[in-house]
């Protein structure tokens, strides 16, 4: 199972496997998996990156991050 959840420090959407500690983000915030809010759960690894994906792209005028490409 892995956990999808948020960034504290940009915003950005991530997924760690549940029962990890800790996860560290791109922008370099490591987030404590026990702390942060758990926004959706996924079965596998590509069903949460899926989900990540488009919960970026539809937030990504809160994050100002925007598609490759």
């Given at each position: 199972m892995y956990l999808i959840f948020r960034c504290g420090g940009c915003g950005r959407h991530l997924y760690a496997e549940e029962g990890a500690a800790t996860r560290t983000c791109p922008c370099g915030t490591r987030v404590r998996l026990d702390k942060v809010k758990v926004i959706s759960k996924a079965e596998?690894?590509?069903?949460?990156?899926?989900?990540v994906r488009a919960?970026?792209?539809?937030?990504?005028?809160?994050t100002g991050f925007s598609p490759a490409g």
């Open positions: 596998d690894e590509r069903a949460a990156g899926d989900l919960l970026q792209m539809g937030g990504r005028e809160m």
